[in-house]
């Protein structure tokens, strides 16, 4: 019986290739790779298990059809979910060939469930809106200090990332104080936290000079926290250098933009304000070297002008002499002048002491005068005086002086006191006027 390459070649056809299945595997795959990879897909979770190794076996299906998934251990450790069959998800991956089977497989990279694109269309409003109100903007970002007198550093006490920055400080820079202001990262309460945190360090006991707000990597769900609103403008107003560095290098949050710088990693982050120490020493030992020189310049500039003017002096007892003779110049000149001021003070002296009795007999005169004026005033207001015109001094029993009738009854007995001497009368009758 004839086979069929025998039948094509009677007809005159062409004879098709012969594949390898393998090989025929593999050229679907690359061929899939180009058309289609990467790719992401949306769909119902269905068949998910988890093997001993870590790796996840799944497909994801919809109503017009069903895809074979599997999930590396790598991948499925970074997952904040736990998936169920019946589960809406989101898948990344590459589509390929599972030749063993030659099954067609997607190869999941990211899982997420359906629905965090809202959160992705979320986060671009807000950075939209706060790019509008200018706090992105270059001109507002402050430099790094050289050397910070204290590195404060917000994140969760339990975080991975907290390790990475201490460890890399402690290496760098073992010599500057780390504050550390803990605060959730994830989670409902994180933006609050967060806020708080930052606030704390600048209002700490220590001169805190650049503020490290961290995290390590996740999902968009787990670095929600840092799209926050609140804390963005926190960030923003924050009165010292804030650096971001939340999450992976391919990681983006709100934070990142308002913040005065952005590391692609926490250690990063403490990198840039940790200069190493040895290159700090080195710096300090090329300062030390430059201001050795300027100092040894100085020397020699002021032991040539010492030679120039030791050139100039010539012979010293010259210069002595010139020197004692103006010496005696300003002593003569200064007797004089101390002789005319002790005779001006002998002249002064002789008429202050011709007038002071002068001066002292005519105060003593105006004294007198003014004791003899006093005198005459005095006897003037005398009740002794106004007596001997007439008048008499009533008193009541007490000795109560009465100056008016509203004072005295019928039958009342008062002192009439007189020029020279006094009498009691009794009243018989009042009438005022």
Sequence with gaps: MPDFADFAHSFGAPLPRVWPVGALCRAVADALEVRFNPV????ELSGYTRAASGHSYFSVKDAGGQIRCAMFRRAASQLDFTPRDGDQVELQG????????????????????????????????????????????????????ASPRAIGVV?????????????????RVPHIPVVIAPAAVQGAN????????????????EPIDVILLVRGGGSIDDLWAFNDEHLARAVAQCAVPVISGVGHETDFTIADFVADLRAPTPTAAAELVAAPRAQLLAALQQLGQRLQSAGQRVLDSHQQRLDMATARLGRPSALVARQQMTLARYEQQLRHAMQVRLERLRAQQTQMAERLPRACAQALQRERQRLSHIELRLQALDPAVVLQ????????????????????????TVRA?????????TVTQRAAR
Excluded: C, I
Aim: hydrophobic share 45%; net charge neutral.
């Design 190 to 205: 994180a933006p609050a936290e967060l806020v708080q945190a930052l606030a704390a360090l600048q209002h700490a006991p």
């Design 155 to 171: 994140t969760s006490l339990g975080a991975a990332a907290l390790h990475d920055v201490v460890t890399a400080l402690q290496r």
């Design 40 to 43: 992401s897909v949306a769909g």
């Design 389 to 412: 015109r007439g008048y008499a001094w009533l008193a009541d029993e007490d000795g109560q002086p009465l100056s008016r009738v509203t004072q005295l009854q019928p039958g009342q």
């Design 94 to 145: 590459r589509l390929g060939v599972y030749e063993a089977r030659g099954d067609l497989q997607l190869v999941v990279e990211r899982l997420r469930r359906a629905g965090q694109g809202t959160l992705f269309e979320q986060f671009l409003r807000l950075k939209a809106r706060l790019e509008a109100e200018g706090w992105f903007d270059a001109a507002r970002k402050r430099p790094l200090p």
């Design 417 to 425: 006191t007189l020029v020279d001497g006094w009498v009691d009368l």
